[in-house]
């Protein structure tokens, strides 16, 4: 089994910071991408961030300079680190990633998401 936890969700006031952390436990081999996705109400999952297991990044254009996503691959664990939050941030944030087990293959694992809301 694999399982993906989030964590670092909250209520932040605009303009202030939160750090997500996910991490990926069970019977891995290998991680390849790993990335956030967030869903609004009433709104489809779109793609946050995402890293490559070397490093390479991308970013949806709303959260650019805003938003970084880091790695620690001895960790299995995923950041984001979220400055100058909008309420246009506020979503439920899911954590994802592409990984490899032995006998199993590749596959992509959830989180199960994690409330960031931003109001004052």
């Known amino acids: 089994q694999v399982r993906l936890v989030e964590s670092g969700g909250g209520l932040v006031q605009p303009g202030g910071s939160l750090r997500l952390s996910c991490a990926a436990s069970g019977s891995i081999s290998w991680i390849n991408d790993m990335g956030w996705y967030r869903q609004a109400p009433g709104k489809q999952r779109e793609l946050v961030a995402a890293i490559s297991s070397g490093g390479r990044t991308n970013y949806a254009d709303s959260v650019k300079g805003r938003f970084t996503i880091s790695r620690d691959n001895a960790k299995n664990t995923v950041y984001l680190q979220m400055n100058s939050l909008k309420p246009e941030d506020t979503a439920v944030y899911y954590c994802?990633?592409?990984?490899?087990?032995?006998?199993?293959?590749?596959?992509?694992?959830w989180g199960q998401g994690t409330q960031v809301t931003v109001s004052s």
């Open positions: 994802n990633a592409e990984i490899i087990r032995l006998g199993v293959g590749r596959r992509d694992y």
